[in-house]
């Protein structure tokens, strides 16, 4: 089986020493860098902006995975192509018009995602899925790190992925949220190919070590 894709999320770095994490993630086998960005409005936290992501996206070597938690994610398309991002992920819940929003990235060069909240359904993706690169499932309600991890989701990616084949979309699956070795190991194994991976990255003791234990999953 392949190894999965491994996306460490930055907001559970060290915000006083920036640099000195994404020096680590730029040197582990990490394949990509998470960015988490909320606006206290669609989520209960507020995290970093553009301002700051800018220096972000010139210290790292990996492609860029942003993922926004704000409502009118489409107000912002210039500025995620202007960071030189890989993938832009829009909530499914914050977008009224989401295959307008999904063109729209698109056509700016970007990778368009879509993700789906623990209470949203996979129908929800019906419609969509043939117009991704990825779908994004959380495994928490999305505003903080560190959270537990919500059993359903491995059911959810379960669905998600007879949902792809069905529809022969080419889709990737990432999950955010709770991922530690015990739920990424039932995650892969129900199809994700996409771990992002916070908490149980920074608070390792040897994260590089805990990034290459993840990819071997
Ligand atoms: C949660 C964010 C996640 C978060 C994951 O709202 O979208 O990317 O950083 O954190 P962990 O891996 O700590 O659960
Ligand atoms: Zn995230």
Request: net charge negative; aromatic share 6%; with cysteine.
């Amino acid at each position: 089986m392949k190894s999965p894709i491994i996306s460490p999320s930055l907001l559970s770095a060290n915000f006083g020493y920036l640099a000195k994490d994404i020096e680590m993630i730029n040197r582990s086998e990490a394949d990509w860098l998470h960015l988490d960005i909320m606006d206290g409005v669609f989520v209960p936290n507020i995290s970093f902006g553009f301002p700051v992501l800018k220096f972000v996206a010139q210290l790292s070597t990996k492609p860029l995975d942003v993922h926004l938690m704000i409502v009118n994610p489409e107000k912002f398309i210039n500025e995620v192509k202007a960071l030189g991002a890989h993938v832009m992920n829009v909530h499914v819940e914050a977008c009224m018009h989401l295959h307008r929003v999904i063109q729209e990235i698109r056509l700016a060069g970007l990778e368009p995602a879509v993700t789906i909240n623990p209470a949203t359904p996979v129908s929800m993706l019906e419609d969509i899925i043939q117009d991704v690169y990825m779908v994004l499932v959380m495994g928490v309600n999305p505003g903080f790190g560190g959270q537990k991890f919500i059993g359903h989701t491995v059911e959810k990616v379960r669905k998600v992925r007879e949902l792809i084949e069905r529809t022969g979309s080419k889709a990737l699956i990432e999950v955010d949220g709770g991922v530690n070795q015990e739920t990424g190991a039932l995650l892969v194994a129900v199809g994700a190919d996409v771990l992002v991976a916070g908490h149980t990255v920074f608070s390792a003791e040897k994260p590089e070590d805990m990034i290459h234990t993840l990819k071997m999953l």
